[in-house]
């Protein structure tokens, strides 16, 4: 099993901007693919973004243009770097693993709490 250790939430006003990371307990460059997903009170569950071990990207729509996922396998770290934030970007933010292709469940961390307000 893959933890994390998330971090990088808080508040910030609309135009914002906010990085959050997701440090691993295994090396990253083993892992299938690993991201944030979001989740805000009455919406469903939303991947916003994954990076594969190699290299490869995805981004929800609603993000694509704003937020840029990254990563540093020397320190086995996943980076969202979230600019134009905008009051829909409100959510938790969950890291996840998904270990290989085949794998059923995905690993999580705890969550951070972002908030885009005035």
């Known amino acids: 099993q893959v933890q994390f250790v998330e971090s990088g939430g808080g508040l910030v006003q609309p135009g914002g901007s906010l990085k959050l990371s997701c440090a691993a307990s295994?090396?990253?460059?083993?892992?299938?693919?690993m991201g944030w997903y979001r989740q805000a009170p009455g919406k469903q569950r939303e991947l916003v973004a994954a990076i594969t071990s190699g290299g490869s990207t995805r981004y929800a729509d609603s993000v694509k243009g704003r937020f840029t996922i990254s990563r540093d396998n020397a320190k086995n770290t996943v980076y969202l770097q979230m600019n134009s934030l905008k009051p829909e970007d409100t959510a938790v933010y969950y890291c996840y693993a998904r270990r290989t292709l085949i794998s059923t469940q995905n690993d999580w961390g705890q969550g951070t709490q972002v908030t885009v307000s005035s």
């Open positions: 295994v090396s990253i460059f083993s892992i299938y693919a």
